[in-house]
């Protein structure tokens, strides 16, 4: 892949972040039957990303959450998910020092 498609990519993956509830996002657990993902401080309003449940018959009986039931995300991929904003920033600290280079090294930077 060519820098310039890299840099545009990224330009494509930013766009959509910035379009994105804020970070940093963590799941916060409500009761056995609802996980909201969302900012910490803030996850009723602006803050709020989304809500997790499982179906109403797997939340019977059920007295803690658990990631991985039934339609709820597994553990894995729900730290995955709330790192988003993380993985954003960083996408946008890795385009910068690129951009370093390229002025450092000019033309000798392959694409
Ligand atoms: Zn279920």
């Given at each position: 892949?060519?820098?310039?498609?890299?840099h545009a990519e990224?330009?494509?993956?930013?766009?959509?972040?910035?379009?994105?509830?804020t970070g940093p996002w963590t799941w916060i657990i409500q009761d056995a039957s609802t996980a909201t993902l969302g900012r910490a401080d803030d996850w009723i309003s602006d803050g709020f990303v989304m809500d997790s449940?499982?179906?109403?018959s797997c939340c019977k009986g059920k007295?803690?959450?658990?990631?991985?039931r039934c339609t709820t995300p597994s553990s894995e991929n729900a730290n995955f998910i709330a790192?988003?904003?993380?993985m954003a920033a960083h996408i946008k600290?890795?385009?910068?020092?690129?951009?370093?280079?390229?002025?450092?090294?000019?033309?000798s930077l392959p694409g």
């Open positions: 892949m060519k820098i310039a498609d890299l990224t330009e494509r993956l930013l766009v959509l972040a910035s379009m994105a509830t449940s499982p179906c109403e007295e803690s959450w658990k990631f991985g790192a988003a904003p993380d600290r890795l385009d910068a020092r690129v951009c370093e280079l390229e002025q450092l090294h000019g033309a």
